[in-house]
């Protein structure tokens, strides 16, 4: 690819990027705005099978906006200096060990790769490799400010 063809590229590609970013904010104005006249709207709404409500409008040409509010999930896991923790506690009434159990696990110490390059030497590799998840790659623009001419 040419230098110019490259430039022409990245310059349609923020066009672009601008015009998502500012449909894709208008989407959540709109959804938000949909939302809240389900809120509006309990009694229309049906319960789903997790405990949760949906409820359908219907767009002047047919289309749908369905919106469904996920009922209560519980926690994935509590952690002792988690500011619940007592309250949790106290609630259970002597049946905390009961209801909820002890999970242990591990994470690597500050400096993983270091400290394994250090006490295992050249074994640290697949250690390391072991321990990583791969990188995601993105692409981001910077636009400058469109200029009125």
């Known amino acids: 690819m040419t230098d110019q063809?490259?430039?022409?590229?990245?310059?349609?590609?923020?066009?672009?990027?601008?015009?998502i970013a500012q449909e894709d904010a208008r989407l959540k104005e709109i959804k938000a705005q949909i939302a809240a006249e389900a809120e509006t709207r309990k009694e229309e709404a049906t319960r789903t099978d997790g405990g949760g409500l949906s409820i359908t409008f219907e767009g002047a040409d047919g289309c749908i906006?369905?919106?469904?509010?996920?009922?209560?999930?519980?926690?994935a896991s509590l952690k002792p200096d988690a500011k619940k923790f007592?309250?949790?506690?106290?609630?259970?009434?002597?049946?905390?060990?009961?209801?909820?159990?002890?999970?242990f696990t591990?994470?690597?110490?500050?400096?993983?790769?270091?400290q394994a390059r250090t006490l295992l030497g050249v074994q640290a590799g697949a250690l390391i490799k072991l321990c990583e998840t791969a990188g995601k790659t993105t692409v981001s623009f910077e636009t400058k400010e469109a200029t009125s001419e």
């Open 106 to 114: 591990r994470r690597p110490v500050a400096d993983f790769r270091d």
């Open 86 to 103: 007592s309250k949790i506690q106290a609630a259970c009434h002597g049946l905390f060990t009961r209801l909820f159990e002890t999970d």
């Open 5 to 19: 063809k490259l430039r022409t590229l990245i310059t349609t590609a923020v066009i672009l990027d601008r015009h």
């Open 65 to 75: 906006a369905r919106v469904v509010t996920a009922g209560p999930t519980l926690l």
